[in-house]
C-alpha cells in the first residue's frame, strides 16, 4: 500500500489506503462516519438491505488497527447511525467493538446522528478534540479554521485517467482544513465539487482517492465534474 504525507497546520499526517488518517507524532488513527447499524435502521423504514454492515465495518476498523498499532483511536462523529443503533447492534459486533476499544485511548467524537454515542462500548465521548496544532470535530465550520480535521460529508470524487473515469471516496483537503471520507459499509457520498463541500476549501485543493490498495493524489483541475443535478443533493450522502 502507498500512503501519501500531507502536511496541516504544521502536523505531518498520513492518508492510508484503508480509509483512515494517521497523526504518526501522536500514535494516533482517526476514522469518520462510521455508521453502525445503519442497514438496520435502514430496515426499519422498509428499505431492505443485507444486515452485515456492522460486522464488515468493525473487521475493516480492526484490520487498521492491527495494521498501524495506534495507542489513541478519534472516531469523528456519526459513528452510530442512530440513538438506538448501540440496542441493535450483534452481540458478536457489541464484544468485536470492545475488544477494540481495550487498552487505547479511545474517543467518540459526537455527531449529529450520535450526539451522546452508547457510555458501554468503552473510551469517552468529547464535542471535539484540540491537540496542539489539529483540531478534531464532526462538521466543518464555516470560514478559516486552520488544523480542521472532520467528517460529516462523505466526500467523492471523480477523475479521469487516460481512456476511462475512476471515482471513489476520497479525502479532500487545501492545506487549510481536512475531511476524511466516510468509513461505514453503506455510506454514500458527496461529490467535492458540489457546492455545499466545495465552499469549504480554498481555491486550490487535491483530493487523495481511495483506489483499490492505492491512494491517488489529484489536484482539483484534473477532476471531472459531477452531472446537474435538477432535484438538489442527495440527502442520504450525509446519512
Same mark, same amino acid.
Given at each position: 500500500?502507498?500512503?501519501?504525507?500531507?502536511?496541516?497546520?504544521?502536523?505531518?499526517?498520513?492518508?492510508?489506503?484503508?480509509?483512515?488518517?494517521?497523526?504518526?507524532?501522536?500514535?494516533?488513527?482517526?476514522?469518520?462516519?462510521?455508521?453502525?447499524?445503519?442497514?438496520?435502521?435502514?430496515?426499519?423504514?422498509?428499505?431492505?438491505?443485507?444486515?452485515?454492515?456492522?460486522?464488515?465495518?468493525?473487521?475493516?476498523?480492526?484490520?487498521?488497527?492491527?495494521?498501524?498499532?495506534?495507542?489513541?483511536?478519534?472516531?469523528?462523529?456519526?459513528?452510530? +447511525?442512530?440513538?438506538?443503533?448501540?440496542?441493535?447492534?450483534?452481540?458478536?459486533?457489541?464484544?468485536?467493538?470492545?475488544?477494540?476499544?481495550?487498552?487505547?485511548?479511545?474517543?467518540?467524537?459526537?455527531?449529529? +446522528?450520535?450526539?451522546?454515542?452508547?457510555?458501554?462500548?468503552?473510551?469517552?465521548?468529547?464535542?471535539?478534540?484540540?491537540?496542539?496544532?489539529?483540531?478534531?470535530?464532526?462538521?466543518?465550520?464555516?470560514?478559516?479554521?486552520?488544523?480542521?480535521?472532520?467528517? +460529516?460529508?462523505?466526500?467523492?470524487?471523480?477523475?479521469?485517467?487516460?481512456?476511462?473515469?475512476?471515482?471513489?471516496?476520497?479525502?479532500?483537503?487545501?492545506?487549510?482544513?481536512?475531511?476524511?471520507?466516510?468509513?461505514?459499509?453503506?455510506?454514500?457520498?458527496?461529490?467535492?465539487?458540489?457546492?455545499?463541500?466545495?465552499?469549504?476549501?480554498?481555491?486550490?485543493?487535491?483530493?487523495?482517492?481511495?483506489?483499490?490498495?492505492?491512494?491517488?493524489?489529484?489536484?482539483?483541475?484534473?477532476?471531472?465534474?459531477?452531472?446537474?443535478?435538477?432535484?438538489?443533493?442527495?440527502?442520504?450522502?450525509?446519512?
Amino acid at each position: 500500500m502507498t500512503s501519501p504525507v500531507l502536511r496541516l497546520n504544521g502536523a505531518e499526517l498520513v492518508a492510508d489506503p484503508l480509509g483512515v488518517l494517521l497523526w504518526p507524532a501522536r500514535r494516533t488513527l482517526v476514522v469518520a462516519d462510521l455508521h453502525l447499524e445503519k442497514g438496520s435502521g435502514f430496515a426499519r423504514r422498509g428499505v431492505l438491505l443485507p444486515p452485515f454492515d456492522s460486522a464488515a465495518t468493525l473487521s475493516r476498523l480492526a484490520e487498521a488497527i492491527d495494521a498501524h498499532r495506534p495507542k489513541r483511536v478519534v472516531c469523528l462523529g456519526d459513528s452510530f +447511525h442512530d440513538s438506538g443503533a448501540g440496542d441493535r447492534l450483534g452481540e458478536a459486533e457489541r464484544d468485536r467493538l470492545r475488544g477494540l476499544t481495550e487498552g487505547l485511548d479511545w474517543i467518540w467524537i459526537a455527531g449529529n +446522528h450520535d450526539p451522546a454515542p452508547p457510555a458501554d462500548w468503552g473510551g469517552r465521548v468529547l464535542p471535539d478534540l484540540v491537540d496542539g496544532p489539529l483540531l478534531f470535530r464532526h462538521e466543518a465550520a464555516d470560514g478559516a479554521v486552520p488544523g480542521e480535521v472532520s467528517g +460529516h460529508y462523505h466526500p467523492k470524487a471523480r477523475v479521469r485517467l487516460r481512456a476511462r473515469s475512476v471515482s471513489g471516496r476520497c479525502f479532500v483537503t487545501d492545506g487549510r482544513r481536512l475531511i476524511l471520507p466516510s468509513f461505514g459499509a453503506y455510506t454514500g457520498g458527496l461529490d467535492v465539487l458540489r457546492p455545499d463541500l466545495r465552499r469549504l476549501f480554498a481555491r486550490r485543493f487535491e483530493v487523495l482517492l481511495l483506489a483499490a490498495d492505492r491512494i491517488l493524489r489529484v489536484p482539483q483541475d484534473r477532476l471531472v465534474k459531477p452531472a446537474p443535478d435538477l432535484a438538489g443533493p442527495d440527502l442520504r450522502a450525509l446519512g
